[in-house]
């Protein structure tokens, strides 16, 4: 049996939970794979967030449903955790990822890795799920915006 070591919304010790730096710090700490949330914005782009609302993990309020991309990026997602980021991953200004983000700094690993996801499309009570398949990714990552079945797969 082999153990493998999955990041929990990337290095959250380390840093904010789903910023860049968290995911980039849990592949330089050697993470067999990493966890994400994944929700809908109010223009259809999927951003990972754990929560429903931005009040805990930002500076601002709302139902991330109820928001745009660009009211997202307009919050601070990493100075609630406290930790200085270092310049190699990145400023506070783009820490917020989306999907095809999260991709693109996993595929800078040079290894392969494991994902598994959830989807929520709004509030807790109303919510709805999404886990990819488990295979070798074989989409463009910055051609995503809600993934086409069978577009793109994620190794087990």
Request: glycine share 8%; charged share 15%; with cysteine.
């Amino acid at each position: 049996m082999t153990v493998q070591i999955y990041a929990h919304r990337g290095s959250s010790a380390a840093f904010a939970e789903h910023t860049r730096a968290a995911y980039l710090q849990a592949l330089a700490d050697g993470a067999d794979g990493v966890e994400c949330d994944l929700h809908l914005t109010a223009d259809g782009e999927l951003v990972l967030l754990h929560d429903d609302d931005v009040a805990r993990t930002s500076n601002g309020t709302g139902l991330v449903a109820e928001l745009t991309l660009k009211q997202l990026r307009a919050l601070d997602f990493n100075s609630w955790h406290g930790a200085v980021i270092p310049p190699e991953f990145g400023t506070i200004a783009n820490q917020l990822l989306t999907l095809p983000e999260l991709l693109e700094v996993l595929s800078t690993a040079g290894r392969p890795l494991a994902w598994p996801s959830s989807l929520s499309s709004g509030p807790r009570s109303n919510r709805s799920w999404w886990t990819p398949p488990s295979k070798p990714c074989a989409g463009t990552a910055g051609s995503l915006k809600t993934p086409p079945p069978g577009t793109c797969t994620f190794p087990s």
